[in-house]
């Protein structure tokens, strides 16, 4: 075989088009591939100046790497839009070099990437908010059939290296690429910092990167992307999925996770739909236990109620357990079983006189659904209701603040007692005190525990205390566990009292007789909440 046929095989197994220009910048030789029909090398650019291939920016580039090119040298390759004509345009690597025994004239070696595509002036594009995207993800799961939805993460890289003047028009063109490519081409959300996701029914992602590729060309801006996805309708059950996409987003978003968000993400969305078969199951089977810790009158320190604590297997405290609950929309059916453990607990022999409080979430007040099974739990035993007192949680907040008045309203009516739990910890706490019929409110560990040191503390149970009494609420200090601390809440004005200092959560309520007046109790030792 000649040399040249050999050489130019070679040529051709690194690039699709080969070009030679002149010192003057015209093409003298083109052979190979063309970028799409009607473009022929051989035919259209001979004659041609190499820089009227490319659209501007490309140009400028192309020009810039022109003069810095040296005999014996190969540039970088650049990454340039080849101009197709009518808005159209491909993206092409192009690499130089001067051949010293062929100067002035230079070696160009062109390799197409991706397809042609027409690139719009990029209109106002909003993406999609958080919510908006779970929204969409659940009218599309719901509407999908066995078509499939796949959830793409974008991690759009080098943008800290673009001009500050440049990164608007940039960021304009990312978000109406990003959008283009999505369902519908409205299903593209901005998560966090250089972080996207998007809804697709393709699952080649290769079109993802062309879009951000062929900006990033157009523009001539170095920046890249890394993307990532998942298929959210392989073989799971989409009301769960919808839940657990939250959570895990949510999760992905705050630990920094999104470096490798279809691992990370995948994981915690299975690790959370494994949790929602757990907990559902464990609610089924009534398998975790109440412990009772006493609330007293603490100026008699006679035992007014318990309060019921849940006790999980396998978890040090609830609390994380409970929050994922309210995340998956699990909660009200374990607030309603906590509910009849409790009733189950003053029915039995020798408590028929027992107060219980139970803790409700938020969450559990969003529909009617809790109200109404806590009702038909009781139908048949009024005096439960008076004996049963409520505890609203506030780890997750109440969404319609009107709609739960009313099914409160209900529940107080049927002779039920409400308390708001943990009050001054959340931002809402005075808002739900200003829409909520409440019989008390529970003040805080964290402002109980300060009180003794803390002036500021002291001043603001002081009000708070002043204020209850305005409304005629009931109020209880949580967390007193030493002698001075339920003396100090005493002087403050508090009526209630629950902590270690008067006993600590036990499996059944302890009934003995009333413990004597704070005054005449010997100061007890601080103990660890654990």
Known sequence: MPLNSRLLGLAFASADTLVEIDGGGRIVLAMGAAPCAGHSPEATWTGRSLTDLFEARSVERLEAALTDLTPGARSEPLDLMYDLGRGTFRRVRLRLFSL?????????????????????????????????????????????????????????????????????????????????????????????GNAYALLRRDGDVSVVEDAIHNVAALEGIDVGADVRQVNLTNGMDRHATLRAMRHALEVCITNGALDAPDVTFHKTLDRTLVQMDSFRAMVKARDFALHYQPIVDLRTGAVHHFEALAR??????????????????????????????????????GYGLTHIAVNVSAGSLDSDAYGEALLRLSANDPDIRRRLSLEITETAN?????????????????GFRIYLDDFGVGASCFDYLNHLTVDGVKIDGGFVMRACEDEKSRTLIRHLVDMCAGLKLKTVAERVETGQVAELMVGLGVDLGQGWFYGKPEPRPRLEPPAPPVAARRRGAVESWG
């Open 100 to 192: 010293p025994e062929l100067a002035p004239h230079l070696s160009c070696a062109l390799t197409w990437l991706g397809q042609p595509f027409a690139l719009e002036a990029p209109q106002p594009t909003e993406m999609l908010s958080r919510d908006d995207l779970l929204r969409q993800t659940s009218g599309l799961l719901a509407a999908s059939g066995s078509d499939a939805i796949n959830l793409a993460f974008v991690d759009v890289t080098g943008l800290e290296n673009v001009e500050p003047d440049r990164i608007d028009g940039l960021k304009a063109h990312l978000h109406h690429a990003l959008q283009s490519v999505s369902i519908d081409g409205s299903s593209a959300s901005h998560l966090a």
């Open 398 to 414: 109440i969404a319609d603040l009107e709609g739960a008045q009313k099914r409160l309203a209900r529940i107080r009516k049927a």
């Open 312 to 349: 999980i297997p396998g978890s040090d405290g609830p609390e994380s357990t409970i929050r994922l609950a309210e995340t998956l929309a699990l909660i009200d059916s374990f607030d309603l079983v906590v509910a009849e453990k409790a009733i189950q607990q003053m029915k039995s022999p």
